[in-house]
């Protein structure tokens, strides 16, 4: 039954109506990460009514999170995001189904996740994730809206979407190839104004009521980039040219045989990866050295000794290190794979360089069961 008090003041918009009401409440809408783009994307979105609502992410809420991800508060640091936007989302509108997945979204799971849903919304942080949406979706003909945010400046994009002349772009029509890795720094090294993905993450809800309405004329095949030192607006046609590119998966069996990481040039070989399982037992070899590559007021903090050197001042710091064996570990396993390409890069092949898969996230998921 729909509420329709509740709904009352965008039925009565003009162009919009009772029936763009019923599509919201009969739309399936995956969110692709809760972080300073997915909460306000999950904020509007049930506010507004969409019937049901996939959330994916397998961070937890840390103190460095709360200036821009305002759905949570200083209660929630150290729960899954997840289960704390499960929480608050379901006290704003219980008549909205909320469906969480307490994971990363992987070649091995995105399939299934993402055929539970109408539209895809990428609201990640990290190139792997991004190329692996993209194909993904594409292979599935899934809508996806695309935000990005890069210190004051933001972008928006609908992909997969075929407009009034026929074509269709995805997220490789814009970016071919991925960066090196360090190239783009994320908002943990470069920094981020905590509004910045309020304003963004905003478009893209609203760009994703506008595509399940039909309302206005959304961002198909189109980028919009915004700078909000000067407000500084541009919206420009993506190109539309065929991609020949061998490492693009044409099929979803190549797509679950593809390594991302390996793809965006994260993983090279003399990196071990070093599962939660063996992390205590290696780190507290004699000649072992964990470096944490996170900011220093991230939590939880390691119970085993460690040395913190943020991720963006890893090489200028790299001289502290004094033993042969390091792993560098972070919270999810992202930065941590970076960092230890940094070290390979730039010490001497007597050193042996790890990174704890999965990060402190998995390390402490492990400990808990």
């Not at 490789?172 to 910045?196: S, T």
């Not at 909000?228 to 679950?256: G, V």
């Amino acid at each position: 039954m729909l509420n329709l008090e509740r709904y009352h003041r965008q039925i009565t918009l003009k162009s919009f109506g009772i029936e763009a009401q019923k599509k919201l409440v009969s739309a399936k809408v995956l969110v692709v990460g809760a972080g300073g783009l997915g909460c306000p994307v999950l904020q509007y979105l049930t506010a507004a009514g969409v019937g049901n609502i996939g959330i994916i992410d397998d961070d937890k809420v840390s103190l460095s999170n709360l200036h821009r991800q305002i759905l949570f508060t200083s209660n929630d640091i150290g729960k899954l995001k997840t289960e704390a936007a499960f929480e608050r989302l379901n006290a704003m509108n219980p008549e909205v189904q909320i469906n969480i997945v307490s994971e990363r979204i992987t070649t091995k799971n995105a399939v299934e996740i993402i055929s539970d849903y109408d539209v895809i919304i990428d609201c990640t942080d990290n190139f792997p994730t991004r190329y692996l949406l993209d194909d993904v979706s594409r292979l599935m003909t899934k809508p996806l809206i695309f935000g990005a945010i890069y210190q004051y400046e933001g972008q928006v994009a609908i992909f997969n979407v075929i407009d009034a002349d026929g074509f269709t772009t995805n997220y490789r029509h814009l970016f071919h190839e991925p960066p090196k890795p360090g190239e783009v720094p994320d908002c943990n090294d470069a920094g981020v104004l905590g509004v910045l993905p309020g304003i963004i993450g905003t478009i893209q809800a609203t760009e994703t009521i506008k595509l399940i309405t039909g309302t206005g004329n959304p961002l198909i095949n189109k980028l919009m980039t915004i700078n909000i030192l000067d407000y500084q607006t541009a919206i420009f046609q993506i190109p539309t040219e065929n991609l020949t590119n061998e490492n693009i998966p044409s099929t979803l069996k190549e797509f679950e045989q593809m390594n991302y990481e390996l793809h965006c040039g994260i993983k090279q070989n003399g990196i071990t990866n070093i599962s939660s399982s063996e992390f205590k037992e290696i780190a507290e070899l004699p000649d072992t050295v964990i470096i944490d590559v996170r900011e220093t007021d991230e939590l939880p903090k390691l119970e085993l000794p460690y040395l913190s050197i943020p991720l963006s001042q890893l090489k200028e710091n790299s001289n502290q290190i004094n033993k042969q064996n390091i792993i560098v570990v972070c919270q999810s396993g992202k930065r941590s794979m970076i960092g230890a390409q940094i070290l390979k890069e730039i010490l001497d092949q007597d050193y042996t360089i790890g990174h704890l898969e999965g990060g402190i996230n998995q390390l402490n998921k492990e400990m808990n069961e």
